[in-house]
Nanobody
Framework: QVQLVESGGGLVQAGGSLTLSCATS????????MGWFRQAPGKEREYVAA????????YYADSAKGRFTISRDNAKSTVLLQMNDLKPDDTGVYYC???????????????????WGKGTLVTVSS
C-alpha cells in the first residue's frame, strides 16, 4: 500500500509560482511512475504531468509545457511540481498519482493508476 500526501497549494496571483509536493509512504517509491492531475470546479479531472521511475523521462500536457516542471527525489520518496506563470485556468485541486512500472498515454485518462492522493487546492486569481 502506498499513501500519497500532497501539499503546497494555496492562493496566488496570475503570473506567480507555486511548487506542489507529494510525499509518499512505502519503500517501493522508485518502482512507480508518478503523475499529477488536476480538477477545476465543474470540470473533469485532467492530466498535467508525469515522470518515470528514475526521473529521466518526463511528460507534460500541452497546457503545462514550458510552465510546469515535474521532478522526483527517490531518496526522499517525493515528487514535485514546479508551476510558473500561473493562469486563472490553472485553478483546481491537484492530485498526485502513482502507477507501478512505466507511464503510458493510457494513464493520461487516469486508467491504470494504482494510487491517488487526496489533493491540494490551487487558486489563481486574475
Amino acid at each position: 500500500q502506498v499513501q500519497l500526501v500532497e501539499s503546497g497549494g494555496g492562493l496566488v496571483q496570475a503570473g506567480g509560482s507555486l511548487t506542489l509536493s507529494c510525499a509518499t509512504s512505502g519503500r517501493t517509491f522508485s518502482t512507480y511512475a508518478m503523475g499529477w492531475f488536476r480538477q477545476a470546479p465543474g470540470k473533469e479531472r485532467e492530466y498535467v504531468a508525469a515522470i518515470n521511475w528514475s526521473g529521466a523521462i518526463t511528460y507534460y500536457a500541452d497546457s503545462a509545457k514550458g510552465r510546469f516542471t515535474i521532478s522526483r527525489d527517490n531518496a526522499k520518496s517525493t515528487v514535485l511540481l514546479q508551476m510558473n506563470d500561473l493562469k486563472p485556468d490553472d485553478t483546481g485541486v491537484y492530485y498526485c498519482s502513482a502507477k507501478r512500472g512505466g507511464w503510458a498515454s493510457a494513464q493520461e485518462t487516469g486508467y491504470g493508476i494504482d494510487y491517488w492522493g487526496k489533493g491540494t487546492l490551487v487558486t489563481v486569481s486574475s
